[in-house]
């Protein structure tokens, strides 16, 4: 397990140093937080990063081929992902809790590496809150770091004055979130690995091997089967109108990318994803649990319901869940409960519209969509599972096929000839 050095000032001020093992970073934090201190930096002793190194060589990025400047560039202006927001977070929430006042926190945060987060978004907000705006509304400024979703909860903890429990909520979803999208890239991982190596060996097979063989064909004095005749056929497009590839493969994209953007398209394409066989399963699971997860944290940290509803939506990706969010809170505003138009809308499932309405009644519906969350993950993790388990032999028999009809194709025509000559 990697090693992380950290140096963390205790609530009294006393400094002391030492060494954890944990998984990554973020837990290293974690668990300073929980000891009582307060961690001023935290960094992988030479074992430990090592290990990042190996971990992090796994998801190579093009990035690291870049100049170090362009790196920066390209850094500043993409949207930080979610373990990144998450870290930031971490990290504010433990400055405010030691006690810093808000403004020497955020240049406390100049000086912490937050990857994804460049160091003058904290500067930035910390000179809009010295000249006295809050800090939602300095965060409000920066959309491509902070989303309506995070500006929102920042405000309802001001207005709270519970911001570092705030802080840590949000910190707690986006690192929930992170690891789900970690365990569905690497459920994909071996089956697009397949897919890629497989169209690789056909695409050699049909340019480099086949033309040899339609040369020992050519000599035979027999009719070829069907089968080799396509092989033939497919060969000579191979070879012939290879440079079409690029084009081809290009319009479709753009095609695809056309009809995806477009209202009905994008819509056809969610809807297909829900209904197909077993990935639509995860895929539904899924967008249920980011939905209460979403819409319980919004609620649990006294955002309005109209509000929670209203940036729920577009936090969502799917438009039919889209949809239905809008009718939720078009019902809600003329007086109806949440539980209604969830049951009319025939999208969700039955048990969470049960559990909202128990949670109505209860008057605690962010804990229902909090246990519904925690149970659609659990979910997921095991329809993952399951998905991975199918897609493996399901590829192994699409190749078998594959590969089967090009052996087919190859050695009819020699048993042909041979069957000819006795």
């Known amino acids: 397990m990697p090693q992380f050095s950290y140096k963390a000032r205790k609530r009294t001020g006393e400094m002391v140093e030492g060494i954890l093992e944990v998984p990554d970073r973020s ?19 030479k074992a430990g990063a090592a290990t990042e190194t190996k971990r992090a060589a796994k998801g190579v990025s093009l990035m690291l081929f870049l100049p170090p400047t362009l790196q920066a560039q390209l850094s500043q202006k993409r949207k930080p992902k979610l373990q990144e927001l998450a870290t930031f977070t971490t990290q504010l929430a433990n400055l405010l809790n030691s006690g810093m006042p808000l403004t020497t926190a955020l240049t406390s945060m100049t000086h912490l590496q937050t990857k994804g987060i460049p160091s003058n978004v904290s500067l930035e907000l910390k ?15 920066q959309p491509r770091i902070f989303s309506d979703l995070y500006v929102n909860m920042v405000k309802a903890g001001e207005s709270s004055g519970s911001l570092v429990q705030v802080l840590r909520r ?5 690192q929930q979130f992170a690891d789900i999208q970690a365990k569905f890239k690497s459920a994909m991982i071996y089956p697009v690995m397949v897919i890629c190596v497989g169209i ?3 695409i050699f097979f049909m340019t480099f091997m086949m033309p040899k063989f339609i040369d020992i064909f050519n000599g035979f004095n027999v009719e070829l089967p069907l089968p080799t005749r396509l092989l033939i056929g497919a060969s000579h497009i191979f070879t012939r109108w290879w440079w079409l590839a690029v084009p081809v493969a290009l319009a479709i994209v753009v095609l695809f990318k ?8 994008g819509r056809k394409l969610d809807e297909w994803r829900m209904k197909a066989p077993v990935f639509g399963n995860v895929v539904k699971i899924n967008l249920f649990g980011q939905f209460a997860r979403t819409l319980g944290t919004l609620l649990q940290n006294g955002v309005p319901v109209l509000t929670a509803l209203k940036i729920t939506e577009q936090v969502m990706s799917n438009m039919l869940i ?8 078009e019902a809600v505003t003329d007086g109806k409960t949440l539980a209604q138009p969830l049951a009319q809308s025939k999208l969700f499932p039955q048990l969470m519209v049960d559990l909202v309405r128990i949670g109505e009644e209860t008057g605690d519906v962010p804990g229902a969509l909090n246990n519904l969350a925690d149970t659609y993950e659990n979910e997921l993790q095991i329809a993952l599972r399951v998905m991975s388990d199918l897609i493996g032999p399901l590829l192994i028999i699409v190749m078998a096929i594959v590969v089967g009809f090009l052996l087919l194709s190859i050695f009819l025509p020699l048993f042909k000839l041979i069957a000819s000559i006795h």
């Open 200 to 202: 690789l060996l056909v």
């Open 170 to 174: 949000m910190a707690t979803h986006f």
């Open 322 to 329: 889209k949809e239905a969010i809008i009718k939720t809170r």
């Open 27 to 45: 837990a290293a934090l974690m668990q300073i937080q929980r000891s009582g201190l307060f961690p001023l930096a935290v960094e992988a002793t």
């Open 127 to 141: 000179q809009e809150v010295t000249e006295g705006r809050g800090l939602s509304d300095a965060m409000a400024r």
């Open 258 to 265: 056309r009809f995806q953007t477009s209202a009905a398209g």
